[in-house]
T-cell receptor, first 113, second 114 residues
Framework: GENVEQHPSTLSVQEGDSAVIKCTYSDSASNYFPWYKQELGKRPQLIID?????GEKKDQRIAVTLNKTAKHFSLHITETQPEDSAVYFCAASPNFGNEKLTFGTGTRLTIIP | DTEVTQTPKHLVMGMTNKKSLKCEQHMGHRAMYWYKQKAKKPPELMFVYSYEKLSINESVPSRFSPECPNSSLLNLHLHALQPEDSALYLC?????????????FGPGTRLTVL
């Protein structure tokens, strides 16, 4: 089955600086890679996703890059703000997400004002 | 309506009780999911329903019994649970086609087994 590794497990960043979280996956059949943000006591919410036929995707301050050959993908958050503080999970899925999502272990991001 | 709703928000039950968790969506999604999330851990998939049929069971113990009465509803029946089953149970839904990828999560039911 799929195995997703995520690093780092915790990350503290000064407000305004950039944050990068990295994930690797094992199953070459995975073709959909979402990133979820989960605030304390809340539901996971999708912040950005990418399909395997795309190398990079950007949405305002958030970007995701995918290297299919190396089986790794990364989340980049620029100009970080206090409200970016949360746990971030990467995930991988075959069948474009309409099947099992295998999550990474999570990164607790803290933005220091 | 672009939300997945879950009831109850909190549930405390004894090991001999029978209870049910409920999930509802009105987005016309045809795939629905149950995940279990322990504290400080990622969600772990339990079951997937696709077009109201069980398509994936991640070797979940039989004390958890899913049910999909129709395309908008998903239940999880609980019986003879163990204290280690205490967790946040998340329901999610997605379109169920190659056009729609996002899995929308409900707020979860926080279950405590005494």
């Amino acid at each position: 089955g799929e195995n997703v590794e995520q690093h780092p497990s915790t990350l503290s960043v000064q407000e305004g600086d950039s944050a990068v979280i990295k994930c690797t996956y094992s199953d070459s059949a995975s073709n959909y890679f979402p990133w979820y943000k989960q605030e304390l006591g809340k539901r996971p919410q999708l912040i950005i996703d990418i399909r395997s036929n795309v190398g990079e995707k950007k949405d305002q301050r958030i970007a995701v890059t995918l290297n299919k050959t190396a089986k790794h993908f990364s989340l980049h958050i620029t100009e970080t703000q206090p409200e970016d503080s949360a746990v971030y999970f990467c995930a991988a899925s075959p069948n474009f997400g309409n099947e099992k999502l295998t999550f990474g272990t999570g990164t607790r991001l803290t933005i220091i004002p | 309506d672009t939300e997945v709703t879950q009831t109850p928000k909190h549930l405390v039950m004894g090991m001999t009780n029978k209870k049910s968790l409920k999930c509802e969506q009105h987005m016309g999604h045809r795939a629905m999911y149950w995940y279990k999330q322990k504290a400080k851990k990622p969600p772990e998939l339990m079951f997937v329903y696709s077009y109201e049929k069980l398509s994936i069971n991640e070797s979940v113990p039989s004390r958890f019994s899913p049910e999909c009465p129709n395309s908008s509803l998903l239940n999880l029946h609980l019986h003879a649970l163990q204290p280690e089953d205490s967790a946040l149970y998340l329901c999610a839904s997605s379109q169920g086609s190659s056009r729609g990828n996002e899995q929308f999560f409900g707020p979860g039911t926080r279950l405590t087994v005494l």
